[in-house]
């Protein structure tokens, strides 16, 4: 079955630029999601289709995909980033939807 | 706008089945833009995807839980269920119902998830 590969933890100071990576076997050939999680909440969808963002997230919010890896970029982190990060593909092969182990966002 | 809510006992016995109800508002659950999905988080873990429909009933369900899972739809009552069947302490999680905008796209839009604890 399919697997992401996503990194435990980053850490990044206000302002600063985090990215978040999100590695499967050819995963620029796929959609990636990327979700938000705050503590005690829902997900949020904050990327679509690779780059698009839904309406309401903000523009700080990025996403890119290429070869094996795709990756999640919040320009100008501020302190209300700080949540986990979750990747997802549906992989059209088997017909399933795969996450990423998630990635928790502190910023310092 | 479209909204979901689950429904359903917070408590199962070991070895029972856990039946969860999810409840649309806002749109049809007989549209053929979206599909219905369940979503697990176990606590303090990461997202587990259990399965989706489509309105025809066509299913796609996680291999891992496959034999336990069935997942079915009643458009008369803008709802769609989830069943797992022979449960125990590792499906103890928040079960989340979600939708996405079309096949293969990502969940847009989601409960606010119901805790379902597995203790005798």
């Known amino acids: 079955s399919y697997v992401l590969t996503q990194p435990p933890s980053v850490s990044v100071a206000p302002g600063k630029t985090a990215r978040i990576t999100c590695g499967g076997d050819?995963?620029?050939?796929?959609?990636v999601y990327w979700y938000q999680q705050k503590p005690g909440q829902a997900p949020v969808l904050v990327i679509s289709?690779?780059?698009d963002r839904p309406s309401g997230i903000p523009e700080r919010f990025s996403g890119s995909n290429s070869g094996n890896t795709a990756t999640l970029t919040i320009s100008r982190v501020e302190a209300g980033d700080e949540a986990d990060y979750y990747c997802?593909?549906?992989?059209?092969?088997?017909?399933?939807?795969?996450f990423g182990g998630g990635t928790k966002l502190t910023v310092l | 706008q479209l909204q979901l809510q689950e429904s359903g006992p917070g408590l199962v016995k070991p070895s029972e089945t856990l039946s969860l109800t999810c409840t649309v508002s806002?749109?049809?659950?007989?549209?053929?833009?979206?599909?219905w999905g369940w979503i697990r988080q176990p606590p303090g873990k990461g997202l587990e995807w259990i399965g989706s429909?489509?309105?025809?009933?066509?299913?796609y369900y996680n291999p891992s839980l496959k034999s336990r899972v069935t997942i079915s739809i009643d458009t008369s009552k803008n709802q769609f269920s989830l069943r797992l069947s022979s449960v125990t302490a590792a499906d103890t999680a928040v079960y989340y119902c979600?939708?996405?905008?079309?096949?293969?796209?990502?969940?847009?839009?989601w409960g606010q998830g119901t805790l379902v604890t597995v203790s005798s």
């Open positions: 979600a939708t996405c905008s079309g096949y293969g796209s990502g969940f847009d839009i």
């Open positions: 806002g749109g049809s659950i007989s549209s053929r833009t979206y599909y």
């Open positions: 429909i489509y309105y025809s009933g066509s299913t």
């Open positions: 050819n995963i620029g050939t796929k959609s």
């Open positions: 289709y690779d780059t």
């Open positions: 997802q593909v549906w992989d059209s092969s088997s017909d399933h939807v795969v």
